[in-house]
């Protein structure tokens, strides 16, 4: 069974992130892919970016969006010209690589790339295959892989991640421990109350070892990315136990129309707190 490597041997890697955006987000109703639709005045994308961008340790994005998707090159990122690479913390990232002389790919700090699959196992997959064969992303540097459309994460939320795991052998995920009772169905009937004592509910970003989590997903795409649902099911099929790392009840996923209203006050009162 993997193991990962020795935590007292491992230099302290590059962290990378992949952030999955080809989907359509049907559920969530609208005529606008839920990722570009307008939330407190700004995309939900361009949200979860910025709060990205705040954080020091991640070097890179690669953006993978899908090859037919129209709102890209549409959608402005709140009342400045151009596209998402305008927005005040991303442009500030891409101008520090530049001041210190980078140069090609090296001097972006977002990498929008027109990949994104048929599934968002497979989007992620080849969001992975961008950072080691085009990037130069090497196999132990770490990669965090964050949903487009979990906008309300915060910088904190993803720099308690990074801490948690930076050392661990294997890597770990965000998540809380289950709230609510847990029922069981049967025919749209209850068949039985479950424990939730030991149960968690995953959230994003997700932190691997790209080597790690690219060995993972190649195995699952093998078999058609069955029981596949997060970066972590792929790592626990390979044979890791990622570790769970506190994260936020704040930190949802937009998939549902209530889901915009809730995350609209959210913001409103972030912004009136000055966080």
């Not at 540097?141 to 308690?160: E, F, M, Q, S």
């Not at 790209?210 to 792929?234: H, V």
């Amino acid at each position: 069974m993997p193991q990962g490597g020795s935590p007292a041997h491992l230099p302290l890697q590059r962290i990378w992130a992949v952030v999955p955006c080809g989907g359509s987000g049907s559920r969530a109703g609208g005529d606008v892919p839920k990722q570009y639709r307008m939330l407190a005045g700004l995309p939900v994308l361009a949200h979860t970016l910025v709060a990205l961008a705040q954080v020091p340790n991640i070097a890179g994005v690669v953006l993978a969006i899908a090859e037919q998707d129209a709102w890209f090159d549409v959608v402005r990122p709140g009342p400045q010209e151009g596209g998402f690479a305008t927005l005040p913390p991303v442009a500030e990232r891409n101008a520090a690589l530049a001041a210190a002389g980078k140069v090609g790919v090296a001097a972006s700090w977002l990498h929008v790339r027109r990949c994104a699959g048929d599934s968002r196992a497979q989007t992620v997959l080849n969001g992975l295959r961008v950072w080691v064969r085009e990037l130069q992303a090497q196999p132990g540097d770490w990669v965090l892989v964050h949903d487009a459309a979990r906008c309300l994460v915060t910088p904190a939320n993803i720099t308690a991640l990074i801490q948690a795991c930076r050392l661990d052998p294997v890597g770990g995920l965000l998540g809380i421990p289950l709230p609510d009772t847990l029922k069981q169905a049967s025919h749209g009937r209850v068949a039985g109350t479950m424990t939730r004592d030991d149960k968690w509910l995953a959230q994003t970003p997700q932190m691997f070892r790209i080597g790690d989590l690219l060995e993972a997903l190649e195995s699952a795409a093998r078999k058609g990315f069955e029981s596949i649902t997060d970066e972590s099911s792929a790592m626990e099929l390979h044979g890791y136990s990622p570790r769970l790392v506190m994260g936020s009840p704040e930190n949802i996923k937009l998939t549902y129309p209530p889901d915009f209203a809730l995350a609209e006050a959210i913001l409103k009162e972030r912004a009136a707190l000055g966080t």
